[in-house]
Nanobody
């Protein structure tokens, strides 16, 4: 059974940093891509970054380049998302997701499409105070 459990969210002051964790189990990291997404109140879910160990891909949406960093803890099946210089507009529920088509293939503009990810965590709330 595939399980994804996010943690690390909370209240943070603008300008600070935080690291979110996604503990994954039930699948082989070489066969699945892992993505981070977020959804702010009243807005559509948007893809932030993804990682594919089997293909060696790491990808960021344009807005995420420079402040967001995705990484993984080899051997422990945990994927992290570090956010630096947080802004109030980063307030959202953050989700990790996994799927055999996530962050994979020849076209990077498709790496963060939601329908490439079959499994989703429950989300962790990030609130940035100004």
């Amino acid at each position: 059974e595939v399980q994804l459990v996010e943690s690390g969210g909370g209240l943070v002051q603008a300008g600070g940093s935080l690291r979110l964790s996604c503990a994954a189990s039930g699948f082989n990291f070489d066969d699945y891509g892992i993505g981070w997404f977020r959804q702010a109140p009243g807005k559509e879910r948007e893809g932030i970054s993804c990682f594919s160990q089997g293909d060696g891909h790491t990808h960021y949406s344009d807005f995420a380049k420079g402040r967001f960093t995705i990484s993984n803890d080899n051997g422990k099946n945990t994927v992290f998302l570090e956010i630096n210089s947080v802004k109030p507009e980063d307030t959202a529920v953050y989700y990790c997701a996994a799927g055999p088509l996530g962050c994979r293939g020849p076209y990077d503009y498709l790496f963060l499409r939601s329908n490439a990810y079959d499994f989703w965590g429950q989300g962790t709330q990030v609130t940035v105070a100004s």
